[in-house]
């Protein structure tokens, strides 16, 4: 306990899953958290009940990260809030609709572009500026998918933007190593959060979808939330650019059986 002791975390899409679970997480280590929702404001109020409840302080923002004077009105609150921002972890996304390329509307690809990929660049952006203004280190969290790596009919919009998140975190890895900023990539695989509402809801569903799995199980967001622990703190200063793959085995599956 501890290890995020007087830090101050900002996290997109805080209102639920992974997001959720990764700021309790942080706030039971000890730091600060700006939990960000876009519409559920339920759900980010939970989160911040249970960050408060774990003894630490945290503040509820509304945002649409895919608009860039949104995201700087989202770090002017925090930073008025908490006077400094050490961590950030771009996890905010949207999921590919089901439609493949020759069908798919064009606003569907530049919502997925936009929020996935742009709204991590416009965070990411910011913070490097504090953080040079500030003089001070920093932790940078992106949650990309597996989706990075496998293709999906029917998800292009999806694919492409995490396989652009994983390329990103690399650039700005080596960009960023000698001021000591690390950037890192979470990459899950399936995790029972609402981004895959029918197997949280149906256990016979559940379970047909983890059978490629090696595992055999999906993930719990809690789970990815203890890499993110190590990931925002000094146990993790000699990493960067690397991908946490997070799958129950899943990604060293594709291919069997050929």
């Known amino acids: 306990m501890g290890k995020l002791e007087g830090k101050v975390a900002l996290i997109t899409g805080s209102d639920s899953g992974i997001g959720q679970a990764s700021a309790i997480a942080f706030a039971q280590e000890g730091a600060r958290v700006v939990i960000t929702y876009h519409s559920d404001e339920e759900g980010a109020e939970e989160t911040l009940k249970k960050v408060e409840n774990s003894g630490s302080k945290g503040m509820v923002l509304q945002v649409d990260i895919s608009d860039e004077k949104e995201v700087e009105t989202m770090f002017n609150s925090s930073l008025q809030e908490f006077g400094r921002l050490d961590i950030l972890m771009n996890n905010a996304a949207i999921n590919g609709q089901g439609f493949k390329v020759a069908e798919m509307p064009t606003e569907n690809w530049d919502k997925a572009i936009k929020t996935n990929l742009y709204g991590t660049f416009f965070c990411t952006r910011r913070f490097i500026k504090e953080l040079r203004k500030a003089k001070q280190k920093g932790k940078i969290i992106n949650v990309s998918s597996v989706h990075e790596e496998i293709p999906a009919p029917g998800t292009a919009e999806y694919c492409a933007s995490k396989g652009a998140v994983r390329n990103f975190t690399r650039v700005l890895a080596l960009e960023l190593a000698e001021e000591g900023i690390n950037v890192n990539n979470i990459a899950p695989g399936m995790i029972l959060t609402p981004m895959n509402q029918e197997a949280l809801d149906d256990k016979e569903t559940r379970k047909e ?41 899943l990604m060293q599956q594709v291919g069997q059986g050929a």
């Open 209 to 249: 979808q983890v059978q490629h799995i090696p595992m055999k199980r999906a993930g719990k967001p809690e789970e990815i939330a203890k890499v993110a622990v190590f990931l925002a703190s000094s146990d993790s200063d000699y990493v960067t650019g690397s991908t946490y793959v997070m799958d129950g085995g």
